[in-house]
């Protein structure tokens, strides 16, 4: 079993759906980090986050220590968010971040 | 600020052949990183160096020799590449290994 797992891996939505990827994991961990890579390969960190939440403009991310979970929401979606979202983890046994398979959202106009 | 850049952008191998992959950052970030990308899998870390003048292997360190040339330079070497070495590959800088990690735009390799 993956120390992190998302879901779904695959997500359609028409533009302007409220989105929600999840993310779970089972090790401890320090930190949490959501990661953008876009068709073309370049990745870019969007989120890192230890407890509560955080919003950067139509993104939203939670987390629940005590659950180990993590959601990352994108409201009022929108053709340009299509891209693969990737939960990584710090933590475990190295203590380095541990990456999840991604999840691949396609947002159709 | 060029961030993170890394060279070549594309490369194809035959198997045996040896190449280094360049990583470079402006960013005066004390860690960097080596990754492989493969589908269906995640991010996998290669080799990673906490400082400069140290190096530490990763995950998947098998086939790989990386040097940590000053702060700013991280490059991987593959001595003798195998076609279970093609992969796409990222270099990543971070101000240390909790903190945010910024990515280059990485390499994607063939080995045929």
């Known amino acids: 079993k993956n120390e992190v797992e998302q879901s779904p891996q695959n997500l359609t939505a028409q533009e302007g759906e409220f989105i929600t990827i999840n993310c779970s994991y089972s090790?401890?961990?320090?930190?949490l980090h959501w990661l953008q890579q876009h068709p073309g390969g370049g990745i870019v960190s969007l989120f890192m986050?230890?407890?509560g939440k955080k919003k950067h403009g139509r993104l939203i991310a939670t987390i629940n220590i005590q659950e180990k979970h993590s959601s990352l929401h994108i409201t009022a979606s929108h053709p340009r968010d299509s891209a693969v979202y990737i939960c990584?983890?710090?933590?475990?046994?190295?203590?380095?971040?541990?990456f999840g398979t991604g999840t691949l959202l396609a947002v159709q106009p | 600020n060029a961030g993170v850049t890394q060279t070549p952008k594309f490369q194809v191998l035959k198997t045996g052949q040896s190449m280094t992959l360049q990583c470079a950052q402006d960013?005066?970030?004390?860690?960097m990183y080596w990754y492989r990308q493969d589908p269906g899998m995640g991010l996998r870390l290669i080799y990673y160096?906490?400082?400069?003048?140290?190096?530490d292997k990763g995950e998947v360190p098998n086939g790989y020799n990386v040097s940590r040339l000053n702060k700013r330079e991280f490059s991987l070497r593959l001595e003798s590449a195998a076609p279970s070495q093609t992969s796409v590959y990222f270099c990543?800088?971070?101000?240390?290994?909790?903190?945010?990690?910024?990515f280059g735009p990485g390499t994607r390799l063939t080995v045929t």
């Open positions: 160096s906490a400082s400069e003048g140290t190096t």
């Open positions: 986050l230890s407890s």
């Open positions: 990584a983890v710090v933590g475990g046994a190295t203590n380095k971040l541990i």
């Open positions: 090790v401890g961990i320090s930190a």
């Open positions: 990543a800088a971070s101000p240390t290994g909790a903190y945010e990690q910024y």
């Open positions: 960013m005066n970030h004390n860690s």
